[in-house]
């Protein structure tokens, strides 16, 4: 089994739609939770922490469930420019972090 | 503010061959780490610098090796190059806080090696 596993996508919805993403990672002892969001052929950039009693950005809600081990990202209301590959990426110890594949992202008007 | 920057950007090596990477981190951080992505997957963790000294390495062979100075700038060198190494490599940047603080990426050196 991965260590962090998503699920590759593409997730084709329409402008306005809630799509949601899930992450699964296997080491219970991984101490912190992150999105990133990557353009086409561009580096990855962070989109927000995930801490256990979750996190909300805008239209972005990201939260953690330790007990399932898998992590959550939230998009209301999507727009055209939130089309990307979201990779969620779990720190074990404090510096060694796991990227998962990423899930692709579609938003067609 | 000047981010992460990396150079080059992109490179062609043929198999056997050596290749140097460099980058240089974000304006106030003091930590490197260096990630190989291929092409529909996420990156991939090398290793960390920290303090001039590597301070954690992924599952990558010794031939990929790294180095980083006092200014905190980074390369990283990858011997006997092989197919397999064609790769966007990336550089990121953080603070030494570990795990709790983001990491900013540099736009990355794409190698191809045929």
């Known amino acids: 089994r991965k260590e962090v596993e998503q699920d590759p996508g593409p997730f084709n919805v329409p402008e306005g739609a809630t799509v949601a993403f899930n992450c699964t990672y296997s080491?219970?002892?991984?101490?912190?939770f992150f999105w990133y969001r990557q353009d086409c052929r561009k580096e990855p950039k962070l989109l927000m922490s995930?801490?256990?009693s979750g996190n909300e950005d805008g239209r972005f809600t990201a939260q953690l469930n330790r007990a399932s081990q898998y992590i959550s990202l939230l998009i209301r209301d999507s727009k055209l420019s939130d089309s990307a590959t979201y990779l969620c990426v779990v720190f074990r110890g404090s510096y060694i972090p796991t990227f998962g594949r990423g899930t692709s992202l579609i938003v067609h008007p | 503010d000047a981010g992460v920057t990396q150079s080059p950007t992109h490179l062609i090596k043929t198999r056997g061959q050596q290749v140097t990477l460099r980058c240089s981190p974000k304006?106030?951080?003091?930590?490197v780490s260096w990630y190989q992505q291929a092409l529909g997957q996420g990156p991939q963790f090398i290793f960390q610098y920290y303090e001039e000294e590597e301070r954690q390495r992924g599952n990558f062979p010794d031939r990929f090796s790294g180095h980083q100075f006092p200014n905190y700038s980074s390369e990283l060198n990858v011997n006997a190059l092989l197919l397999g190494d064609s790769a966007l490599y990336l550089c990121?940047?953080?603070?030494?806080?570990?795990?709790?603080?983001?990491?900013?990426f540099g736009n990355g050196t794409r190698l191809t090696v045929t």
């Open positions: 990121a940047s953080s603070l030494a806080g570990g795990g709790d603080s983001p990491l900013h």
């Open positions: 080491n219970s002892a991984s101490q912190s």
């Open positions: 995930v801490y256990s």
């Open positions: 304006s106030g951080h003091d930590t």
